[in-house]
Protein backbone atom coordinates (compact mmCIF):
# COMPACT_ATOMS: atom_id res chain seq x y z
CA UNK A 1 0.00 0.00 0.00
CA UNK A 2 1.25 3.37 -0.40
CA UNK A 3 2.75 5.30 2.30
CA UNK A 4 0.71 8.21 2.59
CA UNK A 5 -1.00 8.15 5.91
CA UNK A 6 0.40 10.94 7.92
CA UNK A 7 2.06 8.85 10.29
CA UNK A 8 5.92 9.35 11.41
CA UNK A 9 8.25 6.67 12.16
CA UNK A 10 9.31 5.84 15.80
CA UNK A 11 12.72 7.44 16.71
CA UNK A 12 15.82 5.59 18.12
CA UNK A 13 15.52 7.14 21.04
CA UNK A 14 11.73 6.08 21.56
CA UNK A 15 13.01 2.53 20.50
CA UNK A 16 15.81 2.40 23.36
CA UNK A 17 13.29 3.51 26.17
CA UNK A 18 10.50 1.12 25.38
CA UNK A 19 13.41 -1.64 25.85
CA UNK A 20 14.08 -0.65 29.19
CA UNK A 21 10.27 0.67 30.14
CA UNK A 22 7.91 -1.60 28.41
CA UNK A 23 5.98 2.14 27.34
CA UNK A 24 6.95 5.22 25.36
CA UNK A 25 5.58 8.35 24.38
CA UNK A 26 5.13 9.53 20.67
CA UNK A 27 5.20 12.99 20.36
CA UNK A 28 2.73 13.50 17.08
CA UNK A 29 2.83 10.49 16.21
CA UNK A 30 -0.23 11.04 13.60
CA UNK A 31 -0.52 14.98 12.27
CA UNK A 32 -3.46 16.58 14.19
CA UNK A 33 -5.42 17.73 10.81
CA UNK A 34 -5.50 13.85 10.42
CA UNK A 35 -6.58 13.33 14.13
CA UNK A 36 -9.51 15.88 13.50
CA UNK A 37 -11.33 14.19 10.82
CA UNK A 38 -10.94 10.82 12.88
CA UNK A 39 -12.14 12.26 15.84
CA UNK A 40 -15.23 13.23 14.11
CA UNK A 41 -15.88 9.63 12.91
CA UNK A 42 -15.45 8.44 16.23
CA UNK A 43 -17.52 10.39 17.80
CA UNK A 44 -20.23 9.39 15.51
CA UNK A 45 -19.48 5.79 16.06
CA UNK A 46 -19.22 5.85 19.86
CA UNK A 47 -22.91 7.50 19.77
CA UNK A 48 -24.15 4.58 18.02
CA UNK A 49 -22.34 1.73 20.60
CA UNK A 50 -24.48 0.09 23.43
CA UNK A 51 -24.45 1.50 26.99
CA UNK A 52 -25.23 -1.81 28.56
CA UNK A 53 -22.61 -2.38 31.85
CA UNK A 54 -21.76 -6.40 30.49
CA UNK A 55 -18.41 -6.47 32.26
CA UNK A 56 -16.17 -4.94 34.62
CA UNK A 57 -14.26 -3.28 31.72
CA UNK A 58 -17.65 -1.66 31.28
CA UNK A 59 -17.17 0.58 34.39
CA UNK A 60 -14.20 1.60 33.38
CA UNK A 61 -14.85 2.91 30.05
CA UNK A 62 -16.91 2.41 26.87
CA UNK A 63 -15.51 0.95 23.56
CA UNK A 64 -16.18 0.28 19.42
CA UNK A 65 -14.46 -2.88 19.35
CA UNK A 66 -12.80 -3.57 15.49
CA UNK A 67 -13.70 -0.14 14.10
CA UNK A 68 -10.73 -1.01 11.04
CA UNK A 69 -13.32 -3.48 10.11
CA UNK A 70 -15.97 -0.70 8.84
CA UNK A 71 -14.32 2.44 8.34
CA UNK A 72 -11.43 2.67 6.12
CA UNK A 73 -10.04 5.77 8.07
CA UNK A 74 -9.25 4.09 10.51
CA UNK A 75 -8.23 1.02 8.42
CA UNK A 76 -6.13 2.40 6.91
CA UNK A 77 -4.84 4.24 9.98
CA UNK A 78 -4.13 0.68 11.50
CA UNK A 79 -2.27 -0.75 8.42
CA UNK A 80 0.13 2.45 7.67
CA UNK A 81 3.59 1.24 6.68
CA UNK A 82 4.96 3.60 9.72
CA UNK A 83 3.12 1.73 12.37
CA UNK A 84 4.51 -1.49 10.80
CA UNK A 85 7.69 -0.14 10.68
CA UNK A 86 7.28 1.16 14.23
CA UNK A 87 5.88 -2.51 15.93
CA UNK A 88 8.23 -4.16 14.55
CA UNK A 89 11.26 -2.10 15.82
CA UNK A 90 9.82 -2.05 19.02
CA UNK A 91 9.21 -5.60 19.42
CA UNK A 92 12.81 -6.88 18.88
CA UNK A 93 13.13 -9.78 16.87
CA UNK A 94 10.03 -9.62 15.18
CA UNK A 95 10.29 -9.28 11.12
CA UNK A 96 6.93 -8.29 11.13
CA UNK A 97 3.10 -7.90 12.83
CA UNK A 98 -0.35 -8.80 12.13
CA UNK A 99 -3.64 -6.51 13.42
CA UNK A 100 -4.61 -7.62 16.50
CA UNK A 101 -7.71 -5.63 17.23
CA UNK A 102 -8.59 -2.31 16.66
CA UNK A 103 -10.69 0.12 18.92
CA UNK A 104 -12.48 3.50 19.81
CA UNK A 105 -12.31 4.26 23.31
CA UNK A 106 -14.36 6.64 25.48
CA UNK A 107 -14.02 7.81 29.36
CA UNK A 108 -16.62 10.11 29.85
CA UNK A 109 -16.32 12.70 33.00
CA UNK A 110 -18.49 13.23 35.69
CA UNK A 111 -18.95 9.55 36.98
CA UNK A 112 -19.63 8.44 33.25
CA UNK A 113 -16.61 5.77 34.14
CA UNK A 114 -14.38 4.91 36.89
CA UNK A 115 -10.69 4.14 36.80
CA UNK A 116 -9.06 1.37 34.95
CA UNK A 117 -7.84 -0.99 36.97
CA UNK A 118 -4.28 -1.96 36.74
CA UNK A 119 -3.93 -4.72 34.76
CA UNK A 120 -1.78 -6.76 32.03
CA UNK A 121 -3.18 -7.40 28.50
CA UNK A 122 -1.76 -10.66 27.36
CA UNK A 123 -2.78 -13.06 30.50
CA UNK A 124 -6.37 -13.41 28.28
CA UNK A 125 -5.11 -13.99 24.27
CA UNK A 126 -4.74 -17.53 22.72
CA UNK A 127 -1.16 -16.46 21.26
CA UNK A 128 2.22 -18.41 22.45
CA UNK A 129 4.44 -15.56 22.73
CA UNK A 130 4.03 -12.57 24.07
CA UNK A 131 5.01 -10.07 21.41
CA UNK A 132 2.23 -7.72 21.31
CA UNK A 133 2.21 -3.92 21.68
CA UNK A 134 -0.70 -1.59 21.83
CA UNK A 135 -0.98 2.08 20.40
CA UNK A 136 -2.84 4.37 22.46
CA UNK A 137 -3.60 7.63 20.12
CA UNK A 138 -5.56 10.40 21.30
CA UNK A 139 -7.91 12.02 19.57
CA UNK A 140 -8.35 14.55 21.80
CA UNK A 141 -6.09 16.90 24.28
CA UNK A 142 -5.60 14.85 26.90
CA UNK A 143 -4.20 16.64 29.72
CA UNK A 144 -3.62 13.71 32.75
CA UNK A 145 -6.54 14.81 34.73
CA UNK A 146 -8.83 13.50 31.77
CA UNK A 147 -7.08 9.84 32.62
CA UNK A 148 -4.12 9.22 30.30
CA UNK A 149 -2.61 6.02 30.67
CA UNK A 150 0.03 5.13 34.01
CA UNK A 151 2.56 2.29 33.07
CA UNK A 152 5.02 0.48 35.99
CA UNK A 153 7.76 1.52 34.02
CA UNK A 154 9.95 -2.43 33.01
CA UNK A 155 7.15 -4.69 34.89
CA UNK A 156 7.40 -6.38 30.85
CA UNK A 157 9.93 -8.19 32.29
CA UNK A 158 7.92 -9.55 35.07
CA UNK A 159 6.24 -12.28 32.62
CA UNK A 160 2.75 -13.50 33.35
CA UNK A 161 1.06 -11.76 36.12
CA UNK A 162 -2.68 -12.77 35.89
CA UNK A 163 -5.53 -11.97 34.58
CA UNK A 164 -7.76 -8.85 36.14
CA UNK A 165 -11.32 -7.70 35.56
CA UNK A 166 -12.46 -10.53 36.60
CA UNK A 167 -14.04 -9.67 39.85
CA UNK A 168 -13.75 -6.56 42.45
CA UNK A 169 -10.38 -6.06 43.67
CA UNK A 170 -7.84 -8.03 41.15
CA UNK A 171 -6.20 -5.30 39.88
CA UNK A 172 -2.14 -6.28 39.46
CA UNK A 173 -1.36 -4.88 42.70
CA UNK A 174 -4.22 -6.51 45.09
CA UNK A 175 -2.82 -9.37 43.18
CA UNK A 176 0.78 -8.35 43.57
CA UNK A 177 1.92 -6.11 46.41
CA UNK A 178 5.40 -5.70 45.63
CA UNK A 179 4.31 -4.21 42.18
CA UNK A 180 4.51 -0.72 44.40
CA UNK A 181 8.33 -0.92 44.32
CA UNK A 182 7.63 -0.62 40.61
CA UNK A 183 8.26 3.42 39.58
CA UNK A 184 5.19 4.25 37.73
CA UNK A 185 5.25 6.84 34.53
CA UNK A 186 4.85 10.44 35.86
CA UNK A 187 1.27 12.00 34.30
CA UNK A 188 1.28 12.20 30.96
CA UNK A 189 -0.63 15.61 29.24
CA UNK A 190 -0.97 14.54 25.51
CA UNK A 191 -2.23 16.56 22.52
CA UNK A 192 -4.60 15.41 19.84
CA UNK A 193 -2.11 13.44 17.77
CA UNK A 194 0.12 12.28 20.39
CA UNK A 195 0.62 8.40 21.39
CA UNK A 196 1.45 6.17 23.95
CA UNK A 197 2.63 2.50 23.37
CA UNK A 198 3.29 0.16 25.89
CA UNK A 199 4.25 -4.26 25.83
CA UNK A 200 1.02 -6.41 25.98
CA UNK A 201 3.11 -7.43 29.48
CA UNK A 202 3.48 -3.55 31.01
CA UNK A 203 1.20 -3.39 33.84
CA UNK A 204 -0.84 -0.39 32.59
CA UNK A 205 -4.17 1.40 34.17
CA UNK A 206 -5.51 5.19 34.24
CA UNK A 207 -7.56 7.21 37.06
CA UNK A 208 -11.18 8.53 36.22
CA UNK A 209 -11.26 11.24 34.35
CA UNK A 210 -11.93 14.57 35.95
CA UNK A 211 -12.29 17.17 33.41
CA UNK A 212 -14.82 18.36 31.89
CA UNK A 213 -15.26 16.51 28.48
CA UNK A 214 -14.77 12.83 27.49
CA UNK A 215 -11.27 11.11 27.10
CA UNK A 216 -11.45 9.92 23.29
CA UNK A 217 -9.08 7.56 22.10
CA UNK A 218 -7.80 4.72 19.31
CA UNK A 219 -5.82 1.97 20.31
CA UNK A 220 -4.47 -0.25 17.55
CA UNK A 221 -3.01 -3.51 18.63
CA UNK A 222 0.00 -5.59 16.80
CA UNK A 223 1.10 -8.85 17.69
CA UNK A 224 4.35 -10.79 15.48
CA UNK A 225 2.78 -12.42 12.79
CA UNK A 226 4.90 -15.75 13.11
CA UNK A 227 3.18 -16.48 16.77
CA UNK A 228 0.79 -19.62 16.47
CA UNK A 229 -2.85 -20.20 17.74
CA UNK A 230 -2.53 -22.04 21.06
CA UNK A 231 -6.62 -22.71 21.73
CA UNK A 232 -7.04 -20.83 24.35
CA UNK A 233 -10.70 -19.82 24.35
CA UNK A 234 -11.31 -16.18 23.25
CA UNK A 235 -14.28 -14.15 22.39
CA UNK A 236 -12.56 -12.20 19.24
CA UNK A 237 -11.07 -16.23 17.97
CA UNK A 238 -13.68 -18.85 18.81
CA UNK A 239 -15.25 -19.76 15.74
CA UNK A 240 -13.15 -18.50 13.11
CA UNK A 241 -11.11 -21.70 12.09
CA UNK A 242 -8.34 -21.36 13.29
CA UNK A 243 -5.73 -24.19 13.69
CA UNK A 244 -4.15 -24.70 17.03
CA UNK A 245 -0.03 -24.56 16.82
CA UNK A 246 -0.61 -22.74 13.33
CA UNK A 247 -0.11 -18.98 12.49
CA UNK A 248 -3.00 -16.49 12.75
CA UNK A 249 -3.30 -16.77 8.78
CA UNK A 250 -7.36 -15.20 8.67
CA UNK A 251 -8.51 -11.99 7.11
CA UNK A 252 -9.27 -10.70 10.77
CA UNK A 253 -5.41 -10.55 11.43
CA UNK A 254 -4.00 -8.94 8.20
CA UNK A 255 0.10 -8.76 8.00
CA UNK A 256 0.94 -4.93 8.30
CA UNK A 257 2.87 -4.11 5.45
CA UNK A 258 6.80 -2.14 5.62
CA UNK A 259 6.95 -0.77 2.14
Excluded: C
Amino acid sequence: MADDTPVRDVTDDEVAFFAENGWAVLPRLVDPGHVALLRDRALERLAERSRAVTSMVDRAFGQSRDVAETDAYFRDLAAAPALGRGATRLLRGVSRVRIQVTNLLIKEPGGGHGATAFHQDFPWMPMDRSAMITVWLALVDVPAGMGSLRFLSGSHRHGLLGRSFTRDGDDQFAQHPWLEEREASPPLDLAAGDATVHHALTVHGAPANSGDSARLSFTVTYFDADALYTGTPYGQTDGLGLVVNRPFEHPRFPVVAHA
